[in-house]
């Protein structure tokens, strides 16, 4: 059933997959090259704002949103974690767990931001108000989709490491920028 949503999404948008395989091509240009440059965070940060973004308002199935932004989190964090081992490095696994856990932070603080500004939309709108179609039924195999999801996503968290975002300025220029991109 997700498999079929997809294709049918991919036939629907087809310039949305070529952003995500285009992302994903400069990522894997990132682990090889300077991936610490200007152009490179700035690259990070707009996908994963994309991401974030489209957990909240995107049309396909919230099964394949949620596994695209937890493997847009891996993927974002992959350099910080190959570049050191292929350098030799000593502090190999000092980095990775900050950026991760940076990644994770903006991402859910964007997506909160994104359905904050969805809902605030909607209850302004001067649309009539729908109320829900009945009982929701979820397909045992989308029950186990959202095992390996949360699986995933707790291994993730456990790895990260929250402990240098303790700064309150940060933390606002944080939101704030989360804020912005949700509302784009």
Wanted: aromatic share 12%; charged share 15%.
């Amino acid at each position: 059933m997700v498999i079929k949503l997809m294709l049918n999404s991919f036939r629907q948008r087809p310039l949305t997959w070529l952003f995500w395989i285009a992302a994903a091509c400069l990522d894997a240009v990132a682990v090889f090259t300077d991936h610490e440059a200007s152009f490179a965070n700035a690259l990070v940060l707009g996908q994963m704002f994309v991401a974030s973004g489209w957990l909240v308002l995107g049309k396909t199935h919230r099964l394949a949103r949620a596994g695209v932004l937890i493997a847009t989190l891996g993927t974002l964090s992959l350099p910080d974690f190959i570049v050191p081992r292929l350098r030799g490095g000593f502090y190999r696994d000092l980095v990775w767990p900050h950026v991760l856990a940076m990644l994770v932070s903006l991402a859910m603080a964007t997506a909160a931001m994104s359905w904050i500004w969805w809902s605030l939309a909607k209850f302004t709108s001067s649309e009539p108000r729908t109320a829900s179609s009945g009982k929701r039924q979820f397909p045992l195999a989308e029950l186990f989709g959202w095992m390996i999801i949360v699986a995933a996503g707790s291994l993730g968290i456990r790895w990260a490491d929250f402990s240098l975002q303790d700064n309150p300025k940060n933390l606002a220029l944080g939101l704030a920028l989360a804020s912005l991109a949700a509302a784009m």
